[in-house]
T-cell receptor, first 110, second 111 residues
């Protein structure tokens, strides 16, 4: 089975901290995605990448950046965490026409 | 991507079939119907997809009407672990680009 692994299940960070969320997939997929999920707003795309060192903005990129130095790893970076970035963060990779998601990282910014 | 309409919530008794409808009246000829589900506090999980023929796998069956304007996801013998939010998504078959989730249907399976 394809696995998408997110490094942390739960994180608590302070306002202003730089936060790294890591995601690794083990099936050589080219495309990887970062979403956030909030009650009443559903899943919203932050950034995606279709190749190493390539990235595209999603619907809500403000306050975030990403890094894709290796094909299997896609990192989401919160340059200066704020309380409105408290959310569930989901990483996904895509194959043919389907997507596999990680289990999510619940980030709380205090 | 075509828009979909799903009921907000549904209930089902354990062991019975759960039939989840989805309307996609503006679907284009090259767009597939995908179903995902999300169990509480987990990432969405792919279930099944199809173009125009009915599809079946180990998890579910997908019935698409002949005019392709609606479809039904069938869980033949629902269990308590099938309680989740089910998303119907219509899009072209490509791994590129985002997956757009609507609000989905909250399926609750009762003992």
């Amino acid at each position: 089975d394809v696995k998408v692994t997110q490094s942390s299940r739960y994180l608590v960070k302070r306002t202003g901290e730089k936060v790294f969320l890591e995601c690794v997939q083990d099936m050589d997929h080219e495309n990887m995605f970062w979403y956030r999920q909030d009650p009443g707003l559903g899943l919203r795309l932050i950034y995606f990448s279709y190749d190493v060192k390539m990235k595209e903005k999603g619907d809500i990129p403000e306050g975030y950046s990403v890094s894709r130095e290796k094909k299997e790893r896609f990192s989401l970076i919160l340059e200066s965490a704020s309380t409105n970035q408290t959310s569930m963060y989901l990483c996904a990779s895509s194959f043919e026409s389907g997507y596999t998601f990680g289990s999510g990282t619940r980030l709380t910014v205090v | 991507d075509a828009k979909t309409t799903q009921p907000t919530s549904m209930d089902c008794a354990e062991g019975r079939a759960a039939n989840l409808p989805c309307n996609h009246s503006t679907i284009s000829g090259n767009e597939y119907v995908y179903w995902y589900r999300q169990i509480h506090s987990q990432g969405p999980q792919y279930i099944i997809h199809g173009l125009k023929n009915n599809e079946t796998n180990e998890m579910a069956s997908l019935i698409i009407t002949e005019d392709r304007k609606s479809s039904t996801l069938i869980l033949p013998h629902a269990t308590l672990r099938d309680t989740a939010v089910y998303y119907c998504i219509v899009r072209v078959a490509t791994s590129y680009g985002k997956l757009t989730f609507g609000q989905g249907t909250i399926l609750t399976v009762h003992p």
